[in-house]
C-alpha cells in the first residue's frame, strides 16, 4: 500500500486521557512511539503543541461520544495540522485490538494509509447556531412536557380546564 499520510498521529480518546501514537520516527528509536496525555485543557494544548513541533500534519481519532470536541480544538487551533475525526463504527470492526496502546496505532495506520473517511464538522459558526437550535428545541418540548403534566394534575383534581380554554399556558388558561 502506499502512504498517503507520512508523519501521522493517531488518538484513542477517553474521558480522562488520550493515548497518542506517533508514525515518525524519533532519533535513536526503532518504532513509533506512545504517549499518554490527560484530558486538561492544559494538557491538550501542550499535546498538540508537541505534536506540530515532531512535524505531526496530520491527526486521526475516534469520534466517542463528546470527549472528542476539546481534542479535535486543541488540534485545530494550531493550525498546523490537520485533523480526521473518524466514525468509531468504522474502527471497531476489526478484532484483536484489546488495549488503548493498541487502538491508537491501529488508527495511526488506518489513515496514514488513507483509509479512514472523515466525518462532517461544521465551521464554528455553523456548530454554534446548531447548539441554540438544538437548545431551544428542547426547551420547547420541556415546556410542552410541564404543560400536558399540569392538565393531567388539573384533570385528577376534577378541573377540565382544557375543555374550557384553549391554551393551558396562555392568558386564557390562567
Not at 141 to 151: H, I, P
Request: hydrophobic share 45%.
Amino acid at each position: 500500500m502506499e502512504v498517503v499520510h507520512p508523519a501521522v498521529a493517531g488518538i484513542d480518546v477517553h474521558k480522562k486521557i488520550l493515548w497518542v501514537s506517533m508514525s515518525i520516527r524519533l532519533p535513536g528509536e526503532q518504532q513509533p512511539f506512545v504517549r499518554s496525555y490527560r484530558t486538561f485543557w492544559r494538557a491538550l494544548q501542550k499535546m498538540a503543541a508537541e505534536l506540530a513541533e515532531l512535524g505531526v500534519a496530520d491527526v486521526a481519532m475516534e469520534s466517542t461520544g463528546v470527549y472528542w470536541w476539546p481534542v479535535y480544538h486543541a488540534l485545530a487551533q494550531t493550525g498546523r495540522i490537520e485533523v480526521c475525526v473518524a466514525n468509531a463504527e468504522h474502527l471497531k470492526s476489526v478484532p484483536g485490538r484489546k488495549t488503548d496502546i493498541r487502538d491508537c496505532q491501529w488508527i495511526a495506520e488506518l489513515h496514514q494509509f488513507g483509509l479512514l473517511c472523515p466525518s462532517f464538522i461544521p465551521a464554528q459558526n455553523v456548530a454554534a447556531l446548531r447548539h441554540r437550535t438544538r437548545y431551544r428545541k428542547k426547551l420547547i418540548e420541556a415546556r410542552m412536557s410541564e404543560g400536558q403534566r399540569l392538565a393531567k394534575v388539573l384533570e385528577d383534581a376534577g378541573i377540565k380546564i382544557d375543555s374550557v380554554a384553549s391554551k393551558l399556558l396562555c392568558v386564557s388558561g390562567t
